[in-house]
């Protein structure tokens, strides 16, 4: 995921001073350099790295009041401060018009993503925000761009306004709208066609397209392993269309994501969403705070909760509940929890957003697949409902008959039962209040 | 002679580069239609057109690096750690790679420490002979095309939307021009619009198109390629790849599939394996290079969108680290955008009026 490689080496140039109990201004000037080097490292711009790097010496030169809080861990508290800070404070909404259609218009250099971008886009407003979308093919320019755009509203089942690549984006726009407003669809997302920053004829059809469409809302699409030169880009398309916000797009790569840093800090435009997949849901609202800590490896249990409650019916979650003070949880439901954990994505990504996860050796070697989990479930779909319901049936032959029938071990299927007997007992425990309740935030705070 | 002067002399007509400069580029096109040019000048106008195209499309990019380290000379007159850490963030804002931006800093420091030199003036020169130099020093790949005289194979591999199909388009319909037949496997079956982007290309430059249907292996796509082109005869045969972020394991697997199904055909192809890259990515695409070089061995990067205001500079990087060159430049959406890379041009256009500059103060 991106910014690890920021935050492991922000991390251990932390993790050297936070022990410290007097910092002199040479420990800052040093640690200082190493800061700078590694936002460098990790292309944020270097005019947002000088400015950074000033605010922070000049504050941290300035402690030893506060009594709480060795020094060391003083100046830590300060980069997270400035870091947030930097990139940008809460999460923005996207701007909604007052009366629909809403209009959202995106813009980028080629190849950022904006095609992807508008479908995944879509498909969000109408999952949370219950919007009835459509999307306008305006890229007349790239070859099959139109299509890509189609195929995409098909797959999504999300209606496209297309004229060819015959007819000037312009008219094409106009007669989107218009279609839009007929049809009673409330939000309309604009594909344009990807151009250079510094391309007067296009950026001016840009302009057009904005004065015919007046959107509420101007994402400028970034490839997030852009280099210097995105400071360049976001200012360009800012200076002329006065964009309303940024889509960071391809964070799933392995890059540190300094663009993200200085284009808010540019532009004074907030980023809005990150795109963390291929597939079509894999577009999630930007939170800086959140991402500041992910960086400096505090973890970032907030978006864990959020994925959840997302994902997880609650109907199902409190009928879950009653069964556990019941006693009465069985492989189904196990089989069914599963079932959700799953939908929450990739095990490894979940696990890499836990706090103090990063500063497991190794941990970002493992490539949990959910292919356990797929064996597991194999295991237990494998038995009849009423096996299912009192495992304690099972004999030798039966658990024979399931390790052929899913195609496991006989070990595995009495690991599983083992554990399933455990996992009761602990539950148990957890519900009557008898065993040490853990809050699961205890944790959090400054990991040092 | 050293670095320097056989740059200099490799541009030496250098009256005329002005002329070229000063002119529209359909201006040189007017004069090409008088009808009177002979053949020979035609060839010498378009080799001046190709550094004229390599100059248009780094113009940008020149004068804002120009402008820079002449600034950088005005106001670090004193060769001092403040000195060399300016340079190091004019370097970078080139997105010349990290960690080769330390190494030349640290060998300036040392050249500087051992010739006693004080005034930054007398370090201007070295810096763009270092510079030169790391592209230059790790040559074990060549920089020309590894063309056969039958069959030429070129896999075409990237992240996503870096320019993959495009770049495609444009390699086609150079070899197409050169009187080769082409073909093109349509490998990315996994983007919406992919395969008909490709389609559309092949069209345009009259290059046969292999496919099946999207979600299709791509791996059985370009066997059949493979196959196809050896049955037919044809040149060369170019296989699009689907965009693929480098640390995604399964679908790196997949590139080395592909590889590995068209080895099984020709155990000596794929001929060239290019790397796309977009210019305007920073130190991520050193990451890139490594990661694609591991399981597909590049011979060589495309450079796209070089018209923009990106300088590219982590191809500096990739040579120094990794000795693989540029081949290709791609410096526009036109179907003949696409130039062959020469590493002297390339540097020159970054560098030239500095070293205009310099030599003119040595000729004094």
Redesign the interface.
Known sequence: MAFEGLGGRLQGIMDRIKGKGKVTEQDIKEMMREVR?AL????V??KVV?QFIKDVSERANGVDVMKSLTPGQQVIKIVQEELTNLMGGENSKINMSQKPPTVIMMVG?????KTTTAGKLALLLRKSHNKKPMLIAGDI????????????GK?LDIPVYSMGDKEKVETIVENGLKYARENHLDTVIIDTAGR???DEDLMNELKNVKEIAKPNEIMLVV?S??????V??AESFNDLLDITGVTL??L?????G??ALSIRSVTEKPIKFIGVS?KMDGLEPFHPERMASRILGMGDILSIIEKAQMNVDLEDQAELEQKLKENTFTLDDFLAQMDQVKTLGPLDELIKMMPGANKIKGLDKV?MSGKEIDHVQAIIRSMTMEEREKPEKLNISRKRRIAAGSGRSLQEVNRLLKQFNEMKKMMKQFTNGKGKKKNPFSGMGLPF | MSLFNRLKKKFSGKHTDEEIENKESDELIDELDDGLISLEEFEEWEQEQIGYKFRMGLEKSRERFQAQINQLMATHRTVDEDFFEALEEVLISADVGFNTVMELTDELRDYAKLKNITETVDLKEVIVEKMIEIYERNNHISEEMNMQDDLTVILVVGVNGVGKTTSIGKIAHRYVKEGKSVMLAAGDTFRAGAINQLQVWGDRVGADVIKQSEGSDPAAVVFDAVNAAKRRGTDVLICDTAGRLQNKGNLMKELEKIKNVIKKVDENAPHEVLLVLDATTGQNALSQAKAFNEVTEITGIVLTKLDGTAKGGIVLAIKNELGIPVKFVGLGEKIDDLEVFSAENYVYGLFSDMIDETSEENDE
């Open positions: 080097l460098l490292e990790a292309d711009n270097f000088r250099l080629q190849g950022a993503g320019y790239r070859p099959a761009a139109i299509d890509q755009l189609e195929t995409i797959q250079l920053h510094i490839d392993m852009t280099g210097q030169d995105a360049n880009v797009t391809k799933d790569g392995d890059t540190r300094g663009a291929e490539k």
